[in-house]
């Protein structure tokens, strides 16, 4: 062993070794044996590897400690970011909430304001067609009869010019509460407007019924109206009767019929109710006539597609064009959309229909460039049939790779209907179009009921504020509100606004006051086939005088 020395154990236990101060001294006696061990080793020899054990294990530690606070450093800055963007979106997703609720808090304020008409506090034409197509839903399935009375004051114009608007406001006030106290509580009245008025009855036990409360209402509303601001009345009511199921399957059908039997009451002399008849409708035989024919008007080419600007209120220059369809029949003349297209959804024919109008859309804008003609983007109605059609969007790729025609240049138009059923479908369809760069307007807003919500879950970039809410804002102060609201509540979301039914100047300078982009209507310019409107689209819109 190193520096290990054997003493024999002459001294006995009291002797010791000699001392050695540079070494390490272990000493041991053995067991009867006498013979004393005595071990020494140089401290230097074996400090030192106890020093380079003592280095590597603080290299070792050091290294794992630099690596944990090295992986702690970025766990943690991970967790900060991911905190962060959580809280941002957290933020994010409460504005959003927050912007919806306002804007169904609007929608709520807006939807309390037309559904009431202002003058008589009954319900208008936009409440009373929701309220009784819920009826209606209910009548086919209970199958009561149901009948729709068709109000017209005769004379009121003469009213109005000889004795005021005043007095003619007393007497509508004055004939709606007649109504209201004449029929059932759970009956549904309404004021269409001007001197219409319109009841539907709610399970009547017969025809017989409604003529005896007929009678009771043509005297009841006959009778003097007394001390209206000074002056006593004397009016009385035409009434056309319209009978569910046998004269209409829906509001719309009966309303039409309800209104020939309410003229052909007058032509009887006034003051007296008609119920519908067959005879009373001349156009069932154009109807039927139309019916038979639809599928051979597409076929041999009749229908035409008429043109009608869109006006930029900030420069007053033609941004866009809305395609309107026409029927040019041989034998008829020109039959507009009104008269067909519900023949169209009726039979089936509207998919086929809107086909061609995507085909001759496509065409008319290739014809004007070829023509040098300065084209802006066209809109093409979109019905909801053709919204749930899977084709959609490969017949617009198809039509636009045919012509050559970039996809900004066209533009789709949906009404809020077209988003209530099978939304699946339809989003696929607006996302598709959307991606191949088509925009989407919303036609009609605000006379539908559908979520705001619609206007965040759809791709949507343009709302048309329906003509209805166009036509008295200068004087009815619930329109002009709507419209400002409206406007105000598309461009925090980052749309384009768009007004229809302008008629007048003073509809134009109210639209722009308020914000409004765009405008279209008769004192803009009228529909034109598409040659005139490759004129106007040469010269541009003139600039109108807005003083």
């Given at each position: 062993?190193?520096?290990?020395?054997?003493?024999?154990?002459?001294?006995?236990?009291?002797?010791?070794?000699?001392?050695?101060?540079?070494?390490?001294?272990?000493?041991?006696m053995?067991?009867?044996?006498?013979?004393?061990i005595?071990?020494?080793?140089?401290?230097?020899?074996?400090?030192?590897?106890?020093?380079?054990?003592?280095?590597?294990?603080?290299?070792?530690?050091?290294?794992?400690t630099?690596?944990?606070?090295a992986?702690?450093?970025?766990?943690?800055?991970?967790?900060?970011?991911?905190?962060?963007?959580?809280?941002?979106?957290?933020?994010?997703?409460?504005?959003?909430?927050?912007?919806?609720?306002?804007?169904?808090?609007?929608?709520?304020?807006a939807?309390?304001?037309?559904?009431?008409?202002?003058?008589t506090?009954?319900?208008?034409?936009?409440?009373?067609?929701?309220l009784?197509?819920?009826?209606?839903?209910?009548?086919?399935?209970s199958?009561n009869?149901?009948?729709?009375?068709?109000?017209?004051?005769?004379?009121?114009?003469?009213v109005?010019?000889?004795?005021?608007?005043g007095?003619?406001?007393?007497?509508?006030?004055?004939?709606a509460?007649?109504?209201?106290g004449?029929?059932?509580?759970?009956?549904?009245?309404?004021?269409?407007?001007?001197?219409?008025?319109?009841?539907?009855?709610?399970?009547?036990?017969?025809?017989e019924?409604?003529?005896?409360?007929a009678?009771?209402?043509?005297a009841?509303?006959?009778?003097?109206?007394?001390?209206?601001?000074?002056?006593?009345?004397?009016?009385?009511?035409?009434?056309?009767?319209?009978?569910?199921?046998?004269?209409?399957?829906?509001?719309?059908?009966?309303?039409?019929?309800?209104?020939?039997?309410?003229?052909?009451?007058?032509?009887?002399?006034?003051?007296?109710f008609?119920?519908?008849?067959?005879?009373?409708?001349?156009?069932?035989?154009?109807?039927?006539?139309?019916?038979?024919?639809?599928?051979?008007?597409i076929q041999?080419?009749?229908?035409?597609?008429?043109?009608?600007?869109?006006?930029?209120?900030?420069?007053?220059?033609?941004?866009?064009?809305?395609?309107?369809?026409?029927?040019?029949?041989?034998?008829?003349?020109?039959?507009?959309?009104?008269?067909f297209?519900?023949?169209?959804?009726?039979?089936?024919?509207?998919?086929?229909?809107?086909?061609?109008?995507?085909d001759?859309?496509?065409?008319?804008?290739?014809?004007?460039?070829?023509?040098?003609?300065?084209?802006?983007?066209v809109?093409?109605?979109?019905?909801?049939?053709?919204?749930?059609?899977?084709?959609?969007?490969a017949?617009?790729?198809?039509?636009?790779?045919?012509?050559?025609?970039?996809p900004?240049?066209?533009?789709?138009?949906?009404?809020?209907?077209?988003?209530?059923?099978?939304?699946?479908?339809?989003?696929?369809?607006?996302?598709?179009?959307?991606?191949?760069?088509i925009?989407?307007?919303?036609?009609?807003?605000?006379?539908?009921?559908?979520?705001?919500?619609?206007?965040?879950?759809?791709?949507?970039?343009t709302?048309?504020?329906?003509?209805?809410?166009i036509?008295?804002?200068?004087?009815?102060?619930?329109?002009?509100?709507?419209?400002?609201?409206?406007?105000?509540?598309?461009?925090?979301?980052?749309?384009?606004?768009?007004?229809?039914?302008?008629e007048?100047?003073?509809?134009?300078?109210?639209?722009?006051?308020?914000?409004?982009?765009?405008?279209?209507?008769?004192?803009?310019?009228?529909?034109?086939?598409?040659?005139?409107?490759s004129?106007?689209?040469?010269?541009?819109?003139?600039?109108?005088?807005?003083?």
């Amino acid at each position: 062993m190193q520096g290990g020395v054997l003493l024999p154990n002459a001294g006995g236990p009291g002797v010791r070794a000699a001392a050695y101060p540079a070494q390490l001294v272990a000493e041991r006696m053995l067991a009867d044996i006498p013979i004393r061990i005595t071990v020494a080793q140089d401290p230097a020899v074996v400090l030192g590897k106890l020093d380079a054990q003592h280095q590597a294990y603080i290299v070792r530690s050091s290294a794992y400690t630099v690596l944990v606070v090295a992986i702690t450093l970025l766990v943690s800055a991970g967790l900060w970011h991911q905190q962060r963007l959580h809280r941002a979106v957290a933020r994010s997703e409460q504005e959003n909430r927050k912007l919806i609720g306002l804007l169904e808090q609007e929608k709520g304020r807006a939807i309390t304001l037309v559904s009431q008409d202002y003058l008589t506090g009954l319900a208008n034409r936009r409440m009373f067609k929701e309220l009784a197509s819920t009826e209606l839903k209910r009548a086919r399935r209970s199958r009561n009869l149901y009948a729709l009375l068709f109000f017209d004051l005769d004379r009121f114009k003469v009213v109005n010019d000889t004795l005021g608007h005043g007095v003619g406001d007393l007497l509508l006030k004055a004939v709606a509460s007649r109504l209201k106290g004449a029929l059932r509580e759970y009956d549904l009245v309404a004021r269409l407007g001007g001197d219409e008025f319109v009841a539907l009855l709610s399970e009547i036990p017969s025809e017989e019924f409604v003529s005896r409360l007929a009678g009771k209402l043509v005297a009841e509303l006959s009778a003097t109206y007394r001390d209206l601001d000074g002056y006593d009345v004397e009016t009385s009511p035409s009434v056309g009767i319209a009978l569910y199921p046998r004269d209409g399957q829906d509001l719309d059908e009966l309303l039409m019929h309800a209104d020939q039997a309410m003229y052909s009451a007058k032509a009887r002399g006034r003051g007296c109710f008609r119920f519908y008849h067959a005879s009373l409708n001349p156009s069932g035989v154009l109807h039927s006539e139309l019916s038979s024919r639809f599928r051979g008007a597409i076929q041999d080419d009749e229908f035409r597609l008429h043109f009608q600007p869109k006006v930029a209120l900030a420069t007053l220059q033609i941004v866009g064009l809305e395609a309107l369809i026409r029927w040019e029949h041989p034998e008829h003349g020109l039959i507009f959309p009104g008269d067909f297209i519900p023949l169209a959804e009726e039979q089936g024919f509207i998919v086929p229909l809107g086909r061609w109008i995507i085909d001759a859309v496509c065409r008319q804008l290739a014809q004007w460039r070829t023509a040098g003609v300065p084209v802006v983007p066209v809109a093409v109605n979109v019905s909801a049939r053709q919204l749930r059609d899977e084709q959609l969007a490969a017949e617009f790729t198809a039509a636009l790779e045919k012509y050559r025609i970039p996809p900004r240049l066209i533009e789709i138009e949906i009404t809020e209907s077209c988003l209530i059923e099978d939304t699946r479908l339809a989003k696929s369809n607006l996302d598709s179009l959307a991606a191949l760069g088509i925009r989407i307007a919303l036609d009609d807003f605000g006379t539908g009921f559908s979520g705001l919500s619609r206007l965040k879950e759809f791709p949507i970039h343009t709302v048309k504020i329906d003509r209805s809410f166009i036509r008295d804002i200068r004087n009815d102060t619930n329109d002009a509100v709507i419209v400002a609201a409206t406007i105000a509540l598309a461009h925090n979301l980052g749309l384009n606004v768009v007004a229809e039914g302008v008629e007048s100047k003073d509809q134009l300078v109210h639209l722009k006051a308020a914000g409004c982009d765009q405008v279209q209507g008769f004192y803009l310019h009228r529909p034109a086939d598409g040659d005139a409107v490759s004129t106007i689209l040469h010269k541009h819109l003139p600039a109108l005088q807005m003083s």
